[in-house]
């Protein structure tokens, strides 16, 4: 999905307020230079798996005519943004509106959204031959997420001062589906899917360990493959708007009553599902570990590849449209995932992607550091 930077402890600063008059002790030779905290691998693992699922759900969109693909398709979007946005929330629980975090969440996601607004949208018109449409206002594809994220790590405070603030997300969650919000802003998934990125904040580190027991395994290898028999039988009847929760009960045809039940079912769904698959994520270091840090890169770009996919007749051939053919485009769907998270295509999108823009913004003075008044 979209790139989720786990929190890392500050260096240790030289004390300040020593006298004028005695020079500061050297540091002992022998001392231990101080260091960052390590990053918890489970969660660069968790990352990284999850965004092999949103480019493959991405992929096997227009295939799902084949039975295998439908039934992976949504048992897939039952839960794979609840999952990264339960991930992000607990990963954002030290956001606060200090300039240094402003900052950076304007550089990780303002710029990056406006960008890959007007890339997507470019591309769009040259490559799939549609009329050339930005509006900043109505995010386009997948930059939908950078904007709802923004939003929410904007109101983490908010969340960490209030009493009962699962249930308060929740509630406006389901209200918000009882009337039409427009396509401005994607304020019905912002506010939709707020309860996950709330339940995320309210998280601790000894709720993971819940899930990493060994005991937990037969929990999660038995919930996902229930999810997948249960998704082959209900996807022929099921509308798969739902899962996109992006339109109101009224859109969907159905009552505020029915719609309301149909979305805390779904909610409930998606956090059993959540459990179950972080249960079964590697909780060591592995190969692809280092790569869960820059998910945002797979995120982001995967789209190029998947808008393709749709804007060509590469999919109307007939072999893609039968069981060998969707296992392939599996295959070929982590495959784009996984080399979009190298380092060689980091190092060539950086620019793009996490650009250097200190020059953007005012300097930051340091404690005790005078005030500069300029000349009148």
């Excluded at 979007?77 to 606060?96: K, W």
């Excluded at 240094?100 to 607004?117: H, N, Q």
């Excluded at 890169?297 to 893609?320: I, N, P, Q, S, V």
Aim: charged share 15%; proline share 7%.
């Amino acid at each position: 999905m979209t790139q989720i930077l786990q929190p890392r402890s500050p260096l240790a600063g030289t004390p300040e307020g020593t006298a004028a008059d005695r020079p500061a002790a050297p540091a002992p030779k022998d001392a231990a230079a101080p260091r960052k905290k390590e990053r918890d691998p489970f969660f660069d693992n968790a990352k990284f798996l999850a965004i092999l699922l949103v480019v493959i759900g991405h992929s096997i969109v227009g295939l799902r005519d084949v039975p295998l693909a439908s039934t992976l398709y949504l048992a897939i979007y039952m839960f794979h943004m609840p999952l990264f946005i339960v991930l992000t929330g607990y990963l954002s629980r030290n956001f606060t509106f200090g300039s240094g975090k402003a900052r950076k969440l304007i550089v990780a996601l303002g710029v990056p959204y406006v960008v890959f607004e007007f890339a997507y949208s470019i591309y769009d018109w040259q490559v799939g031959g549609n009329k050339l449409k930005i509006s900043l206002l109505d995010p386009y594809y997948l930059t939908w997420f950078l904007m709802a994220l923004f939003l929410w790590r904007l109101s983490t405070p908010v969340w960490q001062q209030i009493r009962w603030p699962l249930a308060i997300a929740v509630g406006i969650s389901l209200l918000s589906y009882m009337d039409d919000l427009g396509d401005d802003l994607e304020l019905h998934r912002t506010l939709g899917l707020l309860p996950f990125y709330v339940l995320g904040l309210m998280l601790r580190p000894e709720h993971f360990e819940l899930v990493k027991r060994p005991i937990a395994r037969l929990f999660g290898v038995a919930v996902l493959s229930g999810a997948v028999v249960v998704a082959y039988f209900a996807y022929p009847r099921m509308n798969i708007d739902w899962v996109y929760w992006k339109h109101g009960h009224a859109e969907l045809g159905v009552s505020n009553l029915v719609g309301t039940g149909m979305r805390l079912a779904m909610m409930i769904c998606a956090v059993i599902l959540v459990a179950a698959f972080l249960s079964l994520v590697p909780r060591r270091r592995t190969w692809f570990t280092g790569l869960g840090a820059m998910t945002l890169y797979a995120y982001l770009l995967h789209g190029f590849f998947t808008r393709l996919l749709k804007f060509t007749d590469f999919r109307e051939l007939a072999f893609w449209h039968t069981v060998p053919g969707v296992l392939t485009m599996i295959v070929i769907a982590a495959v784009v995932g996984t080399l979009l998270c190298t380092p060689p295509v980091v190092k060539t999108m950086s620019w793009l992607l996490e650009p250097k823009l200190g020059w953007a913004f005012t300097g930051l003075r340091r404690p005790g550091q005078p005030v500069r008044r300029s000349r009148s």
